[in-house]
């Protein structure tokens, strides 16, 4: 009887302290008061322990060593000390997969995966010869289209429609338009089907004449104005809706890399200021991000 239940002690001693290390956290610093709190109640077990030893009381001895046990298995369950048990449970959760339809569905709408796939059409047979923005500066502009919440977009050189439909991405999320500019019959019908094929021609006036007259007719206040036409006459389009622009509005211009052919324009945003510009992407075509200042 005395080698057993000495060997029960020593077995609930070594489970008590296996539960404790595994409670640890990763980075092996432990919680503070859970630490207080298993010395407390391991130092009271060993009290009662050596009571009942000294005693010989052998059936109070075989309730404490049950008592650490089930103590031990709560421990390896709980985890670490003081720790938030969602933040426990969510680690053990399997990351859904990606090629899992149905979960794929569940984060991406419907809606968007349709638009995502036109671009990538787009992408693939229709780039030549469109001068269509790179899908990295792409996603810029649905990225700040969506941040600022826009909800009047204007954009000068709609060609197929690539750029647009990126704007579109953030505008059927935000309410807003866009209102695009071009003056070639042949890329402004091909512009329609591909608004047409993501479904959001909804959300798009296509305006078609030399723009440095039609946006003569626009009204503001406009939340983000995109520059993709004729470098030479960014700046006469600058003029003319700059004060448009509300404050707080964004001009994005493309292909800033080409400083020699825009370089008036490239001093008008960058002096002025009114305005704050930043230029990103300068090792491909370049894109110029300015505010206009509250």
């Given amino acids: 009887m005395y080698k057993k239940v000495m060997a029960g002690i020593l077995l609930a001693v070594l489970l008590i302290t296996t539960a404790y290390l595994m409670a640890q956290d990763n980075t092996g610093q432990r919680d503070a008061q859970g630490r ?22 052998w059936d109070k001895m075989g309730q404490l060593i049950e008592q650490m046990k089930q103590d031990s298995q709560r421990m390896r369950e709980a985890g670490p000390p003081g720790a938030d048990r969602g933040a426990r ?13 149905v979960q794929t569905k569940s984060v991406v709408p419907a809606s968007e995966q349709t638009i995502m796939m036109v671009l990538d059409d787009m992408f693939q047979n ?8 790179p899908p990295e500066d ?39 338009r866009l209102i695009t500019h071009d003056i070639d019959e042949g890329r402004a019908s091909l512009a329609r089907e591909n608004f047409k094929k993501a479904g959001v021609d909804n959300l798009v006036t296509l305006v078609m004449g030399d723009a440095h007259e039609t946006i003569l007719k626009l009204e503001g206040p406009i939340d983000i104005l995109f520059l993709d036409a004729d470098k030479d006459g ?42 704050e510009t930043v230029f990103i992407h300068q ?3 370049g894109l110029g991000i300015t505010l206009k200042k509250r």
């Fill in 36 to 57: 207080r709190g298993f010395r407390q109640r391991f130092g009271t077990w060993l009290e009662d322990i050596d009571k009942a030893y000294q005693a010989n009381d």
């Fill in 89 to 101: 449970v969510r680690p053990q959760i399997a990351a859904p997969a990606e090629t899992d339809p």
């Fill in 126 to 133: 229709q780039r030549r010869s469109m001068m269509n923005v």
């Fill in 138 to 176: 792409g996603k810029v502009l649905r990225l700040l289209t969506e941040a600022l919440g826009a909800k009047t977009v204007v954009e000068i050189g709609t060609s197929n429609g690539y750029s647009g439909i990126w704007f579109c991405l953030a505008l059927q999320k935000t309410g807003g």
């Fill in 234 to 275: 960014y700046l006469d389009y600058l003029n003319k809706l700059l004060p448009k622009v509300r404050p707080g509005g964004l001009i994005l211009s493309h292909n800033t890399s080409m400083r020699g052919q825009m370089a008036d324009f490239i001093n008008a945003i960058t002096t002025n200021p009114a305005l």
């Fill in 283 to 285: 090792d491909a075509q």
